[in-house]
């Protein structure tokens, strides 16, 4: 053959590869490094650590199954009440943020200051503390400091989250991910579509524009919440609200509120505008006939 | 048969040392709950890993469904939450997941700064681990925005509102992330990318490193 190889050779490398052929068994390395019991980490040890893993696993599954995770109703930039909460994690960095020495014009103390330190510090711990004892008891300083660091944020956590369910339950708030599924299982009960709606489709449009209904509309402070063209703002669109509720039932809801009160009763308000009851009467009535399909 | 198609492989690229590497090192019995049933605590980075190897692969399952605009967004997820099989599950484990990832590597690294595993000569790896932390923060903090809802959305806001408090480059950077003046469409499909390539991308790259430190150190001896 052209190439001058042994014809003996198993394999014949051409060109410039660079595997060599081996003519050795890789040996096994021998465990005196450590004192005592070493193992191999495949398949050894990493079987050991497998049977970890499987217990955690376990509890994990059982974890996402009896709890499923939390979806609340779709994000809508104009809801004004709700409380904003990050993840359980960023809590304490959170709760900083709410002492005075640290908000207000010291915010940067909270915000980029303390963290800085923290942060900083914990990168760079093995150039802080470089000594060569290694038992935490030892190398007081720097366990102290992780110590009351531990305790600041779990201390940190908790006021925060206290806090929260205490503004919770001040403002009367069910959180959204609770109401929903709640909302969800009861209409499934009834046989009702148990997904939120979803805005946009076909526009809907105002019926009967000119009616003087819509100067009542507009006189009676509907307009700042629902929108001067009916298509909603802070409250709910109006628009199509006819396919939903009777004359009788929008007229409850201006006289008594609804949704315990993000919706106020209106009346007296609508009244103090110079609206008579007629008025009212006939701003139910023209609602109630807003349909999506004419 | 396997063992041909193993031999033949091997001939052409010499992988068995590869391999041989990682399996046969050395794990001494201070670490090995079998032996010392405190040794626990050396499980931690392990579970950090695994549970990181759940996120990623529920996350690929996620991405299947979710769609990153925010006329979508939220439908896409509830669709996924209460039409799908197992979708609830996959999700679940997403979310939960997230969680237990940060509780492990906190775990993880009380362990390391205890037991003094961060002196001489593995700082680099502490740091790198560090970087590790700050990365799954970063993943926690863009994958809380994904699923467009009311929750996700206002502690999205004050994230921004935060990150505009920063001196001098606050307010640059407050507009990088949301791309634009505002939370919004921009914010959304941004934060997905910067959720599904950019961080892990670092995440693996750093893992890896992470790694080969700790198998050319070994794994710090006894207390």
Same mark, same amino acid.
């Given at each position: 053959?052209?190439?001058?190889?042994?014809?003996?050779?198993? &394999?014949?490398?051409?060109?410039?590869?660079?595997?060599?052929?081996?003519?050795?068994?890789?040996?096994?390395?021998?465990?005196?490094?450590?004192?005592?019991?070493?193992?191999?980490?495949?398949?050894?040890?990493?079987?050991?650590?497998?049977?970890?893993?499987?217990v955690?696993?376990?509890?994990?599954?059982?974890?996402?199954?009896?709890?499923?995770?939390?979806?609340?109703?779709?994000?809508?930039?104009?809801n004004?009440?709700?409380?904003p909460?990050?993840?359980?994690?960023?809590?304490?960095?959170?709760?900083?943020?709410k002492?005075?020495?640290?908000?207000?014009s010291?915010?940067?103390?909270?915000?980029?200051?303390?963290p800085a330190?923290?942060?900083?510090?914990?990168?760079?711990?093995?150039?802080?503390?470089?000594?060569k004892?290694?038992?935490?008891?030892?190398?007081?300083?720097?366990?102290?400091?992780?110590?009351?660091?531990?305790?600041?944020i779990?201390?940190l956590?908790k006021v925060?989250?206290?806090?929260?369910e205490?503004?919770?339950?001040?403002?009367?708030?069910?959180?959204?991910h609770?109401e929903?599924?709640?909302?969800?299982?009861?209409a499934?009960?009834?046989?009702?579509?148990?997904g939120?709606?979803?805005?946009g489709g /076909?526009?809907?449009?105002?019926?009967?524009?000119?009616?003087p209904?819509?100067?009542?509309? /507009?006189?009676?402070?509907?307009?700042?919440?629902?929108?001067?063209?009916?298509?909603g703002?802070?409250?709910?669109?109006?628009r199509?609200?006819?396919?939903?509720?009777?004359?009788?039932?929008?007229?409850?809801?201006?006289?008594?509120?609804?949704?315990?009160?993000? =919706?106020?009763?209106?009346?007296?308000?609508?009244?103090?505008?110079?609206?008579?009851d007629?008025d009212?009467?006939?701003?139910?009535?023209?609602?109630? /006939?807003?349909?999506?399909?004419? | =048969?396997?063992?041909?198609?193993?031999?033949?492989?091997?001939?052409?690229?010499?992988?068995?040392?590869?391999?041989?590497?990682?399996a046969?090192?050395?794990?001494?019995?201070?670490v090995?709950?079998?032996?010392?049933f405190?040794?626990?605590?050396y499980?931690?980075?392990?579970?950090t890993?695994?549970?990181?190897?759940i996120?990623?692969?529920s996350?690929?399952?996620?991405?299947?469904?979710?769609?990153?605009d925010?006329?979508?967004?939220?439908?896409?997820?509830?669709y996924?939450?209460?039409?799908v099989?197992?979708?609830?599950i996959?999700?679940?484990?997403?979310?939960?997941?997230?969680?237990?990832?940060? &509780?492990?590597?906190?775990?993880?690294?009380?362990?390391?700064f205890?037991?003094?595993?961060y002196?001489?000569p593995?700082e680099m790896?502490?740091?790198?681990?560090?970087?590790?932390?700050?990365? =799954?923060?970063?993943?926690?903090?863009?994958g809380?925005?994904?699923?467009?809802?009311? /929750?996700?959305?206002f502690?999205?806001?004050?994230?921004?509102?935060?990150?505009d408090t920063?001196?001098?480059?606050?307010?640059?950077?407050?507009?990088?992330?949301?791309g634009?003046t505002i939370?919004?469409?921009?914010?959304?499909?941004?934060?997905?990318?910067?959720h599904?390539?950019?961080?892990?991308?670092?995440?693996?790259?750093?893992?890896?490193?992470?790694?080969? =430190?700790?198998?050319?150190?070994?794994?710090?001896?006894?207390?």
């Open positions: 053959m052209a190439h001058g190889h042994s014809s003996k050779e198993k &394999v014949v490398y051409v060109g410039d590869s660079r595997v060599k052929k081996r003519s050795y068994n890789p040996e096994q390395p021998d465990y005196t490094a450590y004192p005592g019991k070493s193992e191999a980490f495949i398949p050894n040890f990493l079987l050991k650590e497998w049977m970890v893993g499987v955690a696993l376990v509890a994990f599954l059982v974890l996402t199954i009896s709890e499923p995770p939390p979806l609340g109703y779709p994000a809508n930039p104009n004004t009440g709700f409380v909460i990050p993840d359980w994690y960023f809590l304490f960095l959170y709760q900083l943020l002492y005075p020495y640290a908000s207000g010291y915010v940067v103390i909270g915000t980029v200051l303390i330190v923290m942060f900083g510090g914990l990168v760079m711990a093995p150039f802080l503390d470089s000594g004892e290694r038992r935490f008891y030892k190398r007081p300083i720097a366990s102290s400091l992780m110590f009351v660091s531990l305790l600041a779990i201390y956590t925060a989250w206290n806090g929260y205490h503004e919770l339950k001040e403002l009367n708030i069910i959180p959204e609770i929903r599924e709640e909302k969800a299982r009861e499934a009960a009834a046989g009702k579509p148990t939120q709606a979803k805005p /076909k526009e809907v449009a105002i019926v009967d524009k000119d009616d209904a819509m100067a009542s509309f /507009k006189k009676a402070t509907c307009v700042a919440c629902h929108g001067a063209d009916l298509k703002a802070s409250a709910p669109s109006l199509g609200i006819g396919d939903t509720l009777s004359k009788d039932e929008i007229l409850k809801i201006i006289h008594e509120g609804k949704n315990d009160g993000k =919706m106020p009763a209106m009346y007296d308000t609508a009244i103090g505008a110079g609206l008579t007629q009212i009467d006939h701003l139910a009535e023209w609602l109630a /006939k807003q349909k999506a399909a004419q | =048969m396997f063992k041909g198609v193993y031999n033949w492989i091997d001939e052409r690229l010499d992988i068995t040392p590869m391999w041989r590497d990682v046969d090192h050395e794990v001494p019995e201070h090995n709950p079998a032996h010392h405190s040794a626990f605590v499980c931690f980075g392990g579970l890993f695994f549970i990181t190897v996120q990623i692969l996350g690929m399952f996620l991405t299947m469904y979710y769609v990153p925010i006329v979508n967004a939220y439908y896409s997820v509830e996924l939450q209460t039409k099989a197992f979708g609830q996959v999700r679940g484990m997403h979310h939960w997941g997230a969680s237990l990832v940060i &509780v492990m590597m906190f775990l993880h690294t009380l362990r390391v205890f037991t003094g595993s002196k001489a593995r790896n502490w740091v790198v681990g560090m970087l590790i932390f700050f990365v =799954m923060l970063g993943l926690g903090f863009t809380y925005l994904l699923p467009w809802d009311n /929750k996700a959305y502690a999205t806001k004050v994230g921004m509102e935060i990150a920063v001196p001098y480059i606050g307010p640059y950077l407050k507009e990088l992330m949301q634009g939370v919004g469409a921009q914010t959304l499909t941004r934060f997905f990318a910067i599904v390539f950019f961080l892990p991308a670092g995440l693996l790259a750093l893992l890896g490193a992470h790694f080969f =430190m700790i198998r050319r150190q070994g794994i710090s001896g006894p207390l």
